[in-house]
């Protein structure tokens, strides 16, 4: 079986301020992570 290398994973509610919404929000769409690590799977839950 093979396994990413990398997975990023985070999560997100009504009750973050905008800022910290559109910084996760870009990572995902990115699929690059705050370290400027460049991840194979992303996940994003509320």
Same mark, same amino acid.
């Given at each position: 079986m093979l396994y990413?290398?990398?997975?990023? =994973?985070?999560?997100?509610? $009504?009750?973050h301020k905008?800022?910290?919404?559109r910084r996760?929000? $870009?990572?995902? =769409?990115a699929g690059i992570a705050t370290d400027g690590t460049v991840v194979e799977n992303c996940f994003l839950s509320r």
């Open positions: 990413p290398k990398t997975i990023w =994973a985070d999560w997100l509610c $009504g009750d905008l800022l910290h919404r996760l929000l $870009g990572e995902f =769409a």
